[in-house]
């Protein structure tokens, strides 16, 4: 499983755009590129999820580069509600054809948005 | 948008007991999961279950834990002899392929005393 690293934590203003980057150097070719976002006393909840280049969908956009190699979660215009733990997780969709996906978390980045 | 249920939302037991902690999954996934969050730490795995059977499982669940999908719609997880150690918050999450990602439910904090 690849090992990710991200900030542990980033402040924001509202209404300002956040990136959270994730290192990802030793991710394989059949791995994909995952966000959940968490708030307090809350399970997991997926954000977005990539391959390469560049996702996008109604809350996200998650930028890939070429070597895959990092990813960028961008949220266009936060709020306090964004305030939340945010997960870049990454591995290998069914690969080993065992009908599962052990998910390996991280310790996230804890994003503050301030008013 | 469908999700997944988990029920109770708290339970106390004391150490030594059993525990039951449910999961209703969303109704058309076939993978179900367990992971586990001890307050301050990361999300951690426990276990994968796909037709009726474990997948995966990791080194903390051991003989103490179980898994079972007793009908149709419920998935648990029993821990039999519960110790302190084992107080944290329980998730349950499903998903409707291998490539699709997880659906969590809002957990079970369990509190062992």
């Known amino acids: 499983l690849a090992k990710t690293t991200q900030p542990i934590s980033m402040d924001s203003y509202e209404g300002q755009e956040v990136n959270i980057t994730c290192s990802h150097n030793?991710?394989?070719?059949?791995?994909?590129i995952t966000w959940y976002q968490q708030f307090p006393s809350q399970g997991p909840r997926f954000i977005i999820q990539g391959y390469k280049t560049k996702v996008t969908n109604e809350v996200a956009s998650l930028f890939i580069p070429a070597d895959r190699k990092s990813s960028t979660l961008s949220l266009p215009r936060v709020s306090l509600s964004d305030t939340a733990v945010y997960y870049c997780?990454?591995?290998?969709?069914?690969?080993?054809?065992?009908?599962?996906?052990?998910?390996?978390f991280g310790k996230g980045t804890k994003l503050s948005v301030i008013p | 948008e469908p999700e997944v249920t988990q029920t109770p939302s708290h339970q106390v037991t004391q150490m030594g007991q059993e525990v039951i902690l449910r999961c209703v999954p969303i109704s058309n996934h076939l993978y179900f999961y367990w992971y586990r969050q001890i307050l301050g730490q990361k999300v951690e795995f426990l276990v994968s279950?796909?037709?009726?059977?474990?997948?995966?499982k990791s080194e903390i669940f051991d003989d103490q834990f179980s898994v079972e999908r007793p009908d149709g719609s419920n998935f648990t997880l029993k821990i039999r002899s519960t110790k302190l150690e084992d107080s944290a918050m329980y998730f349950c999450?499903?998903?409707?392929?291998?490539?699709?990602?997880?659906?969590f439910g809002n957990g079970t904090r369990l509190t062992v005393t």
């Open positions: 997780l990454v591995g290998d969709h069914g690969y080993s054809g065992a009908g599962s996906y052990q998910l390996t």
């Open positions: 030793n991710i394989a070719t059949n791995d994909y």
């Open positions: 999450a499903s998903s409707d392929s291998q490539n699709s990602p997880l659906h």
């Open positions: 279950f796909y037709n009726n059977e474990i997948s995966e």
